[in-house]
């Protein structure tokens, strides 16, 4: 069982930056692979980066790469998404999931966090 909650969420306004952690409870974090995704008011659930579960390897969405970077601290159980260059339709709520498999596809993750706000004002 992983516990998984978002913080680092607000109001920024376009071209700035904000770090998203996700802190995940229980011993087997490093075990897990994470991701990010967000969901936008009427809009579906879409896929923004992951990490394995060493860190070595990373996936981004087209639509952030090269403004966003993953990460993770094993020893802290926490996983950062650092977003620069923020564009007003980066506004959602983000969600860190985990799964013990690194994925794209949201339906596979088995764990999810409740979700932080990011607001990015024109």
């Known amino acids: 069982q992983v516990q998984l909650v978002e913080s680092g969420g607000g109001l920024v306004q376009a071209g700035g930056s904000l770090r998203l952690s996700c802190a995940a409870s229980?011993?087997?974090?490093?075990?897990?692979?994470m991701g990010w995704f967000r969901q936008a008011p009427g809009k579906e659930r879409e896929f923004v980066a992951a990490?394995?579960?060493?860190?070595?390897?990373?996936y981004y969405a087209d639509s952030v790469k090269g403004r966003f970077t993953i990460s993770r601290d094993n020893a802290k159980n926490t996983v950062y998404l650092q977003m620069n260059s923020l564009k007003p339709e980066d506004t959602a709520v983000y969600y860190c999931?985990?799964?013990?498999?690194?994925?794209?596809?949201?339906?596979?993750?088995?764990?999810w966090g409740q979700g932080t706000q990011v607001t990015v004002s024109s």
């Open positions: 990490i394995s579960w060493s860190g070595g390897s990373t």
């Open positions: 999931a985990a799964q013990t498999a690194l994925t794209t596809i949201g339906e596979e993750y088995d764990y």
């Open positions: 229980g011993r087997t974090f490093s075990s897990y692979a």
